[in-house]
């Protein structure tokens, strides 16, 4: 097979990524009855594997979908997964349903229905010098999602009509709100810098608990930077000194504009370039040393 073929796991089987193939009965065509996870992987080494695998125990879990395979055999196949394509820096992209029944049924189906698992992987593309340079735009919205946002899911109907929103308006996220207080984006934690203090919303139901999040909180206690994890008022956002967006993805991403409004002076500021620093020597003193 060529290099440049990029390759797939579905129940068992590597495969090219072309052939895979589920059931149009599948619940998570169906229903999106299934959870997932994004894994960062840098010079082939995954990033916080043992917490990725962890966190997708945890939504099955809560969704009472069997998990299919023990913690070190989930890690074997992402590895094998990461050996067989061609890039040493990777977005690992996996997949769990409840299955494929022979009929629609809103019921969880009995156990001969066996879970359906996917992985695929991705170059690892992260923000160009341009964006750090000159951050990004970002809209605002009210948060419509589930209360269960704490769980991985991929009924993800909600975070898609956000992020398009954000896309609509010429923007690369969405700031969201709930009854008034920040909770994250469609697609990224949300960092508040105000008088030179981080503030960030601490981990809830009403949020995913992002690995990027836990590296930047970690990063600021490493050196000092002052920080308060708490509730994050509305008012507090739109007054900010400096917002940031992080993902495995995104890593460090100032937010430079809010619904069309400057964010202090409308550039990047200083406690987000430095933050980008420690998280860019993190990565090449960690994260590509497994």
Request: hydrophobic fraction near 40%.
């Amino acid at each position: 097979m060529s290099s440049s073929v990029v390759t797939a796991y579905v129940d068992g089987r590597y495969l090219p990524l072309a052939e895979a193939r589920v059931s149009p009965m599948d619940r998570g065509f169906l229903f999106g009855d299934g959870a997932y996870e994004v894994i960062p992987v840098y010079s082939r080494r995954a990033f916080r594997l043992d917490e990725h695998v962890a966190r997708l125990a945890n939504t099955l879990g809560a969704m009472r979908l069997p998990n299919p395979h023990a913690a070190e055999e989930w890690k074997a196949l992402i590895l094998e997964l990461v050996a067989r394509n061609p890039w040493d820096d990777q977005s690992v992209y996996l997949q769990v349903t409840r299955g494929a029944d022979t009929k629609r049924n809103h019921a969880f189906p009995g156990p001969e229905v066996k879970p359906t698992v996917f992985l695929m992987s991705e170059p690892l593309v992260t923000p160009s010098a341009g964006q750090r340079a000159s951050g990004i735009a970002a809209v605002s919205a009210a948060d419509i999602r589930w209360l269960r946002c704490d769980l991985k899911t991929v009924s993800m109907l909600a975070n898609c009509l956000l992020r398009q929103h954000a896309i609509d308006h010429g923007c690369m996220e969405t700031v969201l709100f709930r009854d008034s207080f920040l909770t994250e984006g469609a697609a990224s934690s949300v960092f508040v810098c105000k008088d030179g203090v981080l503030l960030v919303p601490p981990k809830s139901h009403l949020m995913l608990p992002g690995i990027t999040y836990d590296v930047v909180l970690e990063l600021a206690r490493t050196h000092g930077m002052k920080h308060e994890v708490r509730e994050v008022l509305e008012a507090e956002v739109r007054s900010a000194d400096e917002l940031w967006m992080t993902s495995s993805t995104k890593e460090v991403l100032a937010i430079t504009t809010l619904d069309g409004r400057p964010v202090g002076d409308g550039k990047p500021g200083p406690m987000g370039r430095q933050m980008h620093a420690w998280y860019q020597d993190f990565k090449n003193t960690v994260m590509r040393n497994g």
